[in-house]
């Protein structure tokens, strides 16, 4: 097989389900049939990609058209998932025939200036330009050593709630927290996306408890805060060794994510809470007094690609100003590559062509990574990723693009 042998085409609705078959084979997963059902809503046939060789599927990758907050409020992003390539057509560059292609409609559509994506292995994206711009850590928290700092506030109210997926009065009353916590990265969330959340299949419980919702309210009713989470029995050798899974934890104040991290790392039966969804600077962190017993681990989370240059600078906003001339390095998408003028700041930005020496030269990589306002240009220049060819240049594009909270994604998608 070579690569001019693959014929690239959406996959059809009807064929969603064998898609689907095909990347859990892709993944080493158990394709149960009932996650048909979970992701159908989110299919966009349309934006689905199915790389054949005659009548075989060799890959797949498919978009959902999301909305995700970029600093100054949400913006369309190209969604990427569903990537995935049979065991027996590996490293024979499907995938690069599959990206190739899905970079160019996502240009020619124009719907999106920015795609993301989560990756199932942190190298398979960077030569495509995806650029780490929301790191994401996880805590497995002990409760026997854990002492909060903070006091409760006994204003705050705790409300269980069953099955929160039968009630759409449930989300409408979570929309609000989960849309006032939102961080540059952040997926918008709307009742297709919490239909997926809350659904809570049996396949998807792994051995542990129906989801758990638990409402942080305060005197006059108002939700202030939730916890999405699911119990695994175990018995140790010494009595009970639980493990809670927290599958979402949102809070807007600080009395609410008091009560809700006292009530996870209090639950009768459980030893321990476990957690993959935390910002880089979450304050838990710093609500506990011994953090070493939370085992926070920063790892990769969304990968951010800029799709038009032009128009990724110019639709966020900035808390300082900066110009500088900057050589972007973009073989993947070669309608980026040259020299752009960039001039942002509070008031505006602008970003068009110049042939003016360049004041840095980065790839897509980089600008992906820093866009969000996490990982600044100051931090990639240490590590060797942007070049500086006029002194200060870095230190103030940098300034002008961090926010004032790292990105976070709690979204997989
Ligand atoms: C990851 C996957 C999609 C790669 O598909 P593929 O068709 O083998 O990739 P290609 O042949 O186009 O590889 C392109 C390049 O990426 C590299 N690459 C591919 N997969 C890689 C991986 N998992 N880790 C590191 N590099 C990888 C290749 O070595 C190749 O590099 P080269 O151009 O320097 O030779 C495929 O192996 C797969 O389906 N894996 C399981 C499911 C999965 O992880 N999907 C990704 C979901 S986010």
Known sequence: MTVSDL???????????????????????????????????????????????GDDLVGTTWIQSLRVEVPGGPRPVAGVTGVSVSPVYRRRGVLSALMDRQLADIHERGREALAALWASEATIYGRFGYGLAAPIAAVRGERAHLRFLTPPDDQVRLRLVEEAGADPAVAARLTPVHA??????????DDRRWGVVL????????????????????????AEGYVLYRVETRRGATGPDGVVRIREFVATTVRARVALWRHVATLDLTATFEWYGLAADDPLFHLVSDPRRLAFTLSDGLFVRVIDVARAVTERTYRGSAAATVELVDAACPWNAGRWRFDVGPDGASCTRTTDAADLTLSARELGAAYLGGPTLRTLALAGRVDERRSGAVDALSDAFAGPLAPACFEVF
């Open 180 to 189: 006032a916590a939102a961080r540059p990265g952040s997926v918008v969330r």
């Open 199 to 222: 659904a809570d299949p049996p396949g998807d419980r792994k051995g542990a408890s129906p989801l758990a919702t638990v409402i942080a309210e305060a005197a006059d009713g108002t």
């Open 7 to 53: 014929e690239l085409r959406p996959l059809t609705a009807s064929f969603f389900p064998a898609a689907l078959r095909f990347v859990h084979r892709a993944f080493g997963e158990e394709f149960g049939g009932w996650q048909v059902e979970t992701e159908r809503p989110l299919f966009e046939p349309d934006r689905s990609l199915g790389a054949y060789l």
